[in-house]
Structures are given as C-alpha cells and as structure tokens.
C-alpha cells in the first residue's frame, strides 16, 4: 500500500499547478502518490497534465462543478494511501513537509490527524505578510472549540489525516460550497484528537481576486449553513450554543451584505436564521434593527 495519497484539486491554474506538482516530486518523502482533479479546466491546463510522466501521478479528468467538495472527494475515492495529505493547486510545500508531519503523527498516539504551521506567499512565490493577520497558535489535542471560534488557523494544504479517519466521517460535505475545509475539519476533530508540526513547511498564496471566495455572499451564505448544521449535531450543549451564537453573528453580515445588494427579501431571510434557537445579547438585537431598517430604506432590486 503506498503511504500518502496527495490530492490535488485544480481548475484553470496551469503555472501555480505546476509549482505545486514540482513541490510534491521534491518531497523527502518518495512514498507518496498523487492524485489531481482537474474540474474541467481549458485545454492548456489538459496539455500541461498530459506531459506529466511520473507513474506515481494519476490525473481525473472531471466535467466543470465549480465545488471544491466534489472535486476532493472525487480524488479521495481514487487515492490508495494510508494517509491523505491535501494540496491546493495555488500552494507550495517545502521539502520535508511529508516526512516531518508522518514523524510528528507517528510520535503523537491517539491523533489520527495533523497540520502544520504556514506562510504566505504573493503569486510570484515571495514571502509575505498579510495585515490584520490573526496570530497563528500551535494548537492540538482536541480543538474543536477552536475550530469553532477561529482560534486553530488551519489550511487546507497543511493537513494530513488517516484515509480510514476521513472516510468515517464522510469525507467532504458537498452541499457545502464555502467553508467546506472547515467543515471537514471540525468533524475530525470530533472523532480523533490533532498533532501540530510548528513550523513553516506550507506556503499559501495569497490570491484572492481569482478564488472561489471572491463571491461574499455565497461564502457567508456557506459559513451560516456550517453553523447551522454544528448546532443540531455537536454533542454538547455548550458547542452549540457557541455555533449558534456564531451563526447569529454571521447572519448579520450576510443580511448587510444581501441589504447592500439590494435583495430585501434574502436580506430579512438571513436576520430570522440568526435569531433562531436561543436567546440573544440586547447588542445583538440592536444590530439586528439597525440592519432591518438599513435594508428596509435601501431600494430592492
């Protein structure tokens, strides 16, 4: 059985791809293999796929879906590895990614999964430093109430888990169009305990202008259904009276950004599912109100 199976999902991204293949054939690690979905990207990324001569690469070929779900889980229900290790098409891994997160879930019983520190690079591949950035903390064991309230910053390209784990919860939920990475994760964390390799092996690029993020209101409509879903499924009461919190302040966001969209109906929509199971603070009523009369002034289109 081969030890790692990388998946990679891409769509129309040919140069950053291949950097990101390259980074993969660079691993001190040669027990790998790697999957790519394609989701039905232009002929040039299809060219660029066909010179790849490496056997260890398998190459799916699938009709356009624009949901990053669907394409994992396509690449997962081909990969053969003990483990699966995710690598977005835009990001890069450093040389000894691969043998230091095996080492670290190796040395760290009972955690079935395992990320790894980041940084950020512009499209050129240069270090950089994003303003406003939260600070990055180490975090294991169990961190699902972190996950929660955004204090574990994991991406997507610096976990790694065992297939076996994935395939318990189900892998990616595919109704879930933004957020679906940390959809995912919150249910592993659920299920298994993490280990943390505290240092920089993952440079993520910073492009936001051509991801599937760039749509807010879809992305926060995402964000509120993830909420939505963890507090009727979270086991205990106290998490999903976190999640339903989270997603009452989520919901005003995305009522303002449906109010300023001019779509009054989504907009008072958005404010009644955050209202929903469980009292809210006095502040959180008065926000409410104030967008209520925003989008109540605000012509619809």
């Given at each position: 059985m081969t030890?790692?199976s990388v998946i990679?999902?891409t769509?129309?991204?040919?140069a950053y791809?291949?950097?990101?293949i390259?980074s ?5 690690c040669a027990?790998w293999?790697l999957?790519?979905a394609?989701d ?8 660029c796929l066909n010179?790849l001569r490496?056997r260890r690469?398998?190459v799916l ?10 394409v994992?889980?396509a ?5 053969q590895?003990e483990?699966?290790a ?22 760290s ?5 395992s990320y790894t ?8 591949g240069?270090?950089v430093?994003i ?8 975090l294991?064991g169990?961190i699902v109430e972190a996950l929660?309230t955004f204090r574990?910053?994991?991406s ?8 076996s784990?994935v395939?318990?919860?189900?892998g990616f939920?595919?109704?879930?169009l ?5 959809d ?11 280990a943390v ?10 492009l936001q202008?051509?991801s599937?993020?760039?749509d807010?209101?879809g992305?926060?409509e995402?964000w509120?259904?993830?909420?939505d ?10 998490l999903r009276?976190?999640a339903a919190?989270?997603?009452?302040e989520t919901?005003l966001v995305l009522?303002r ?7 009054g ?5 958005a ?5 929903r ?8 009523w ?6 209520f009369v925003?989008?109540?002034?605000r012509p619809s289109?």
């Amino acid at each position: 059985m081969t030890l790692v199976s990388v998946i990679l999902p891409t769509y129309n991204r040919t140069a950053y791809m291949t950097a990101a293949i390259d980074s993969v054939l660079k691993q001190s690690c040669a027990d790998w293999e790697l999957v790519i979905a394609d989701d039905g990207s232009a002929e040039e990324t299809a060219t660029c796929l066909n010179a790849l001569r490496d056997r260890r690469i398998t190459v799916l070929r699938l009709p356009h879906s624009g949901n990053p779900a669907k394409v994992r889980n396509a690449a997962i229900r081909r990969a053969q590895g003990e483990y699966l290790a995710f690598l977005d098409s835009d990001d890069l891994w450093a040389p000894n990614k691969l043998e230091m997160q095996l080492a670290t879930m190796r040395a760290s019983p009972g955690c079935r999964w395992s990320y790894t520190a980041t940084a950020d690079i512009d499209a050129t591949g240069r270090l950089v430093e994003i303003a406003g950035q939260a600070i990055w903390r180490p975090l294991s064991g169990n961190i699902v109430e972190a996950l929660i309230t955004f204090r574990a910053l994991l991406s997507t390209s610096s976990v790694m888990a065992e297939r076996s784990l994935v395939e318990e919860v189900g892998g990616f939920d595919e109704q879930q169009l933004f957020g679906e990475d940390y959809d995912l994760f919150i249910r592993l964390a659920l299920r298994s305990d993490v280990a943390v390799v505290d240092q920089r092996v993952i440079f993520t690029r910073n492009l936001q202008r051509d991801s599937y993020s760039t749509d807010r209101i879809g992305a926060y409509e995402g964000w509120v259904r993830l909420y939505d879903n963890l507090t009727r499924s979270l086991p205990d009461e106290r998490l999903r009276a976190l999640a339903a919190h989270r997603r009452a302040e989520t919901s005003l966001v995305l009522a303002r950004l449906y109010a300023d969209a001019g779509q009054g109906t989504a907009a008072y929509r958005a404010l009644a599912r955050g209202a929903r199971r469980g009292p809210r603070p006095a502040d959180w009523w008065w926000r409410a109100l104030k967008t209520f009369v925003r989008t109540s002034i605000r012509p619809s289109i």
